[in-house]
């Protein structure tokens, strides 16, 4: 029973640590944008959070909801979440970064971190809530 309970806050959790380490990431791609040769990177968020879940595929509770494609952002490592983010606007140092897409992506991953913070916070005082007999 108490399982039930607890994988919802089990899998915002681990999206939360996976949204941080995506804004780590996007926030190193920013600081080294005057860097020569540096190739900016990336997470896959749908990749990781099927490892570190276990899922090998996400899937719909209903026929009839619209499947996501799944959008490959470059070459995998081995880990197979990290990706090296293609290059949009070559550049004669060859450093891979676009600021304006960088800056595009750490708004979108801080949205999506206050978001899964939000339903960890709701979650957690609705089970509060429910041991307290309220």
Not at 16 to 39: C, F, H, S
Not at 77 to 86: F, H, I, T
Not at 105 to 128: C, G, H, M, P, W
């Amino acid at each position: 029973m108490i399982e039930n309970m607890t994988d919802a806050l089990d899998f915002h959790s681990k999206a939360l640590v996976l949204r941080a380490e995506k804004q780590r990431i996007i926030a190193g791609n920013i600081a080294n944008a005057d860097t020569p040769g540096y190739v900016a990177t990336d997470l896959d968020f749908k990749s990781a959070m099927r490892r570190v879940t276990g899922n090998s595929a996400l899937s719909s509770s209903n026929s009839k909801h619209i499947q996501m494609p799944s959008v490959s952002l470059g070459e995998m490592d081995r880990a197979g979440a990290r990706v090296y983010a293609s290059q949009s606007q070559p550049s004669l140092d060859k450093n891979s970064v676009d600021l304006d897409r960088e800056r595009a992506n750490f708004t979108d991953n801080s949205v999506r971190y206050e978001a899964t913070l939000r339903f960890i916070n709701s979650q957690s005082k609705t089970l509060l809530s429910a041991i307290q007999g309220q």
